[in-house]
């Protein structure tokens, strides 16, 4: 079946525009998470949502970061006046889990997001 | 909090040598436990899992782990690599209850040489 789709594969944009990245799960996930990944590092959590509501958004680095999921399916991560220091590799990944059952994350290949 | 050592930052291994990379984590409790590897240009992909029975784990394309609680370590192995295993890997470790989230080592690169 199909897998996380993440769209688009590449931004580039210059510093101080706003960015919307998507995530289009595996169809029936109920849960969706956001990561980050820097140059050299491994992934660092953002956001999870468990249905169509943000369970922990621990990760997020300040304001400027948000994340929405209305329909319990696709997700948008949204990210305001972006400096330089927000170029990275986006990842989103999805969870068939169950309230109170961890289980495996399936990943997308990615947004690479550049700020210039 | 948890969190996740990689020791080896780069390892190169020659094509049909055995594999070992490295995996420390700490957690309170016992963790549940990933091994992904990334190609470039690809997404994370699960090779292997551990959630609890059997501390030896069988996975994708030969490879395994052992997880053992005295050393901390999750361990990944390979009798024999491939060219094609070339990529970076991961090891991230979960909670086993509430807490969502991954937490991931800084990751390996492994480099194959003919």
């Known amino acids: 079946g199909a897998g996380v789709s993440q769209t688009p594969s590449n931004k580039v944009t210059e510093k101080g525009k706003y960015v919307e990245l998507r995530c289009d799960p595996i169809s029936g996930h109920t849960a969706l998470y956001w990561y980050r990944q820097s140059l050299g590092q491994g992934p660092e959590f953002l956001i999870y949502?468990?249905?169509?509501?943000?369970?922990?958004d621990s990760g997020l680095p300040n304001d400027r970061f948000f994340a929405v999921r209305p329909e319990g399916s696709v997700s948008t991560l949204k990210i305001q006046r972006t400096e330089r220091g927000d170029s990275a590799v986006y990842l989103c990944a999805s969870s068939p889990r169950l309230a109170g059952v961890t289980d495996t994350q399936y990943f997308g290949p990615g947004t690479r997001l550049t700020v210039l | 909090a948890q969190s996740v050592t990689q020791p080896d930052i780069h390892i190169t291994v020659s094509e049909g040598a055995s594999l070992e990379l490295r995996c420390n984590y700490s957690?309170?409790?016992?963790?549940?436990l990933f091994w992904y590897v990334q190609s470039p240009g690809q997404g994370l992909q699960l090779l292997l899992k551990?959630?609890?029975?059997?501390?030896l784990v069988q996975g994708i394309k030969g490879f395994e782990a052992e997880f053992k609680r005295s050393q901390s370590s999750f361990n990944l192995r390979k009798p024999s690599v491939h060219w094609s295993d070339a990529a970076e890997y991961f090891c991230a470790v979960g909670a086993n209850f509430g807490n969502e989230k991954l937490t991931f080592g800084t990751g390996t690169r492994l480099t194959i040489i003919p």
């Open positions: 949502f468990q249905g169509t509501g943000a369970a922990d």
């Open positions: 957690y309170g409790a016992t963790p549940y």
């Open positions: 551990y959630f609890s029975g059997d501390t």
